[in-house]
């Protein structure tokens, strides 16, 4: 039930809010070229501090709600969502993989002399996980030919 809100927002937080995702909308229209994402902003910003010395609540409250449900007709037209190149499904997520952490036996002695205690406590843990491993799954069966 984590997702129901426990607390109401005030005005501040949904003009906030609305703020943050005119700028998410801005990217999705305009993400290639800066400098049109730039001009869009600066426009909202401008709608924005027009209006943000308004006295009367009941005209604020309007005026946040219409710009809510601008937004919200704005954002159907761009349902795609902006992924970051390294996210997952980016285009180049997992480009530079992480090696391996088997990598780090084949370190020549001298190499791993640098660090000694980082390798005696990985030896300590490799053997505690082939101690786990044996207990729990046994002894593997030789493969048959």
């Given amino acids: 039930m984590s ?32 400098l049109a994402y730039r001009q869009r902003m600066v426009e909202y910003r401008a709608r924005l501090d027009a209006n943000k010395n308004v006295q009367d609540l009941m005209r604020a409250k309007r005026l946040l709600i219409a710009g809510e449900e601008e937004l919200k ?21 997992g480009r530079y993989p992480t090696p391996d952490d ?6 020549h002695p001298l190499e791993k002399a640098q660090y000694p205690t980082y390798f005696a406590t990985r030896e300590k843990r490799k053997k505690a996980y082939m101690e786990w491993y044996l207990k729990r799954y046994g002894v593997p069966d030789p493969p048959m030919m």
């Fill in 73 to 93: 007709k704005a954002m159907y037209w761009h349902t795609e969502n902006f992924n970051f190149p390294e996210s997952p499904s980016g285009i180049a997520e």
């Fill in 3 to 34: 997702n129901l809100p426990t607390t109401f927002l005030t005005h501040s937080q949904r003009v906030c809010r609305l703020y943050k995702s005119l700028f998410v909308l801005a990217r999705r229209e305009h993400w290639p070229d800066r």
């Fill in 102 to 107: 088997s990598a780090l036996d084949s370190w």
